[in-house]
């Protein structure tokens, strides 16, 4: 079974750019997180999409951060514009109920850069 | 709500040497629980979970933790480390019902010295 897909895995970008991350779950999976990770943290929940629609974006900073899960598997998450405090590493975890709890299945992680 | 507090930072141990990892979690409604390992430059790999039953979850790796009601802790155990365990390894806790959203400790360095 193939595990969660993140692209790409490395960006660096100058203040005030745009960027964008993908995340493609795993095949069935219904459930979608993004989070971030600060050099030396845990990873903190950014958005969970639950098949298409937000189930929790409270700390999502919806003055410069969007997500969208179109029809209910990829999903892109997107920074515009960049700041010097959103450097970390971007996580894309999946899950199904189906399995009878919520195990998240994480995966590599785009790490950005902003200079 | 749920908080999650992971005391050591850092934890140095020699090859072949016991350790243990402390998770301690704070929370108003049950939850589960989880030991997830990081290595450099990868996401977040699964090692243990704790949903019932059994207060010991064990692995085939020979990773285990303990969940403690009482104290509120689910510490993890390996008694016997090898220079490839040197990661990150971050306790997560989960309500058992609404969103199962994760909250996750600060994580603890371990480093297996030869």
């Known amino acids: 079974e193939a595990g969660v897909a993140q692209s790409p895995r490395y960006k660096i970008i100058e203040k005030r750019q745009s960027v964008a991350f993908w995340c493609n779950p795993i095949?069935?999976?219904?459930?979608l997180y993004w989070y971030q990770q600060i050099l030396g943290q845990g990873p903190k929940l950014l958005i969970q999409f639950q098949n298409n629609g937000v189930v929790d974006d409270s700390q999502l900073p919806k003055d410069r951060f969007s997500a969208e899960r179109l029809k209910g598997v990829d999903s892109t998450l997107k920074i515009q514009p960049a700041k010097l405090e959103d450097s970390a590493v971007y996580l894309c975890?999946?899950?199904?109920?189906?399995?009878?709890?919520?195990?998240?299945?994480f995966g590599p992680g785009t790490r950005l850069t902003v200079l | 709500a749920q908080s999650v507090t992971q005391l050591d930072s850092q934890v140095p141990v020699f090859e072949e040497a016991p350790v243990e990892l402390r998770c301690n979690y704070s929370s108003s409604v049950s939850v589960y629980l989880f030991w997830y390992v990081q290595y450099p430059n990868q996401g977040l790999q699964l090692l243990l979970k704790?949903?019932?039953?059994?207060?010991l979850v064990e692995s085939i790796n020979g990773f285990e933790a303990e969940f403690n009601k009482s104290q509120t802790s689910f510490h993890f155990r390996k008694p016997s480390v090898h220079i490839s365990d040197t990661a990150e390894y971050f306790c997560?806790?989960?309500?058992?019902?609404?969103?199962?959203?994760?909250?996750f400790g600060t994580g603890t360095r371990l480093k297996v010295l030869a």
């Open positions: 975890a999946s899950s199904s109920r189906a399995e009878g709890t919520d195990t998240q299945y």
């Open positions: 095949s069935g999976h219904a459930t």
């Open positions: 997560a806790v989960s309500p058992l019902s609404g969103t199962y959203k994760y909250i």
């Open positions: 704790y949903l019932s039953g059994s207060t």
